[in-house]
């Protein structure tokens, strides 16, 4: 993502207050990007009337369709300056109407809020949140609603020792796009990489195993491999926090430390049985996050959606 030139801004019929957009123009702003505010609505109760005819139903359809357009372009008159335009769809899952869209019309950025737990302030991410972060082409951008101050902290979460070129090649995406959102958002940047805790089992079964030694050389290899990642993008040493732990409890906690406002996290985008057998780190590690996520997928991605 060296530039975003389209926006896809998913709009909340149930919010007063339109995060997604809030957040589309001030990038808009920046970048001189074109935003379609995008809501997809559906109505089991206009399908079920059987007591009106087929033509009657697809106009109580459309009057509905109206209604909503009409409503967005309210939302979005006042911003003149910018290149925003309304699209409403008929569409009985959403997800699949954002994807569909994605697919369609080449968006480079797809922006939908979250909602927050009232009474805990934690971010819940709904069904359709997570079927875009599986299934979405394109980078999704969850947030929050609070806007980005200036001089922020973004974190790019990498897994530098991994000898699978997929994986590899998404740590360069992922560094590549969080640099670009920092240039954008004036924002610091720092790297985040977790090596996994001595397995205590190893150190009982074999009585010459020293656990510290060990310790001490996965946390090496995975500092060199992460400060030769960072120095390929002139991100300083000092700006890569290497610690022991899983991801869904390092980064999380990371974040909360720094304040950031943005983790960038890159999923491969399984689903079905493989996701349910091999369970997607970047899923445990967004579902424990509380600030806006930047989900993105690998060069190449085809998704489930796209025949």
């Known amino acids: 993502m060296d530039k975003i030139k389209r926006i896809l801004t998913v709009i909340d019929p149930t919010k007063e207050q339109q995060n997604s957009l809030e957040r589309s123009i001030s990038l808009a702003q920046t970048t001189g990007?074109?935003?379609?505010?995008?809501?997809?609505?559906?109505?089991?109760?206009?399908?079920?009337?059987?007591?009106?005819?087929?033509?009657?139903?697809?106009?109580?359809?459309?009057?509905?369709?109206?209604?909503?357009?009409?409503?967005?372009?309210?939302?979005?008159?006042?911003?003149?300056?910018?290149?925003?335009?309304?699209k409403v769809v008929w569409h009985n899952r959403p997800y699949e109407a954002i994807i569909e869209?994605?697919?369609?019309?080449?968006?480079?950025?797809?922006?939908?809020?979250?909602?927050?737990?009232?009474?805990?302030?934690?971010?819940?991410?709904?069904?359709?949140?997570?079927?875009?972060?599986?299934?979405?082409?394109?980078?999704?951008?969850?947030?929050?609603?609070?806007?980005?101050?200036?001089?922020?902290?973004?974190?790019?979460a990498v897994n530098s020792v991994s000898d699978n070129d997929q994986h590899q090649e998404l740590n360069q995406r992922i560094i590549k796009d969080a640099k670009f959102i920092?240039?954008?958002?004036?924002?610091?940047?720092?790297?985040?990489?977790?090596?996994?805790?001595?397995?205590?089992?190893?150190?009982?079964?074999?009585?010459?195993?020293?656990?510290?030694?060990?310790?001490?050389a996965v946390k090496k290899h995975h500092e060199d491999e992460t400060w030769s990642l960072a120095n390929q993008f002139e991100i300083a040493k000092e700006k890569c926090i290497?610690?022991?732990g899983l991801p869904e409890d390092v980064i999380p906690s990371v974040a909360e430390k720094k304040s950031a406002e943005l983790v960038v996290i890159g999923t491969v985008g399984r689903t079905g049985l493989s996701a349910a057998l091999i369970g997607n780190t970047a899923e445990h590690v967004i579902d424990s996050l509380d600030c806006d996520v930047l989900a993105l997928k690998p060069d190449g991605y085809k998704s489930p959606l796209d025949h």
Request: glycine letters at 0%; hydrophobic letters at 40%.
């Open 101 to 156: 869209e994605v697919l369609n019309e080449q968006f480079d950025i797809v922006i939908k809020s979250t909602h927050q737990h009232d009474t805990l302030k934690s971010v819940i991410f709904t069904p359709t949140d997570w079927h875009l972060i599986r299934k979405c082409p394109a980078p999704v951008l969850l947030v929050k609603d609070q806007a980005w101050p200036e001089h922020g902290e973004i974190i790019a």
């Open 242 to 244: 290497i610690e022991e």
């Open 33 to 86: 990007a074109e935003i379609t505010a995008f809501l997809s609505i559906y109505d089991f109760s206009y399908e079920m009337t059987t007591m009106l005819s087929k033509e009657e139903r697809e106009a109580m359809r459309l009057a509905v369709i109206k209604d909503r357009e009409a409503w967005i372009n309210v939302l979005i008159e006042q911003y003149t300056d910018l290149d925003i335009q309304a």
């Open 182 to 216: 920092c240039n954008l958002a004036n924002a610091s940047l720092s790297l985040v990489n977790t090596y996994p805790a001595t397995p205590v089992n190893i150190a009982i079964e074999i009585p010459e195993f020293n656990p510290s030694q060990y310790s001490e």
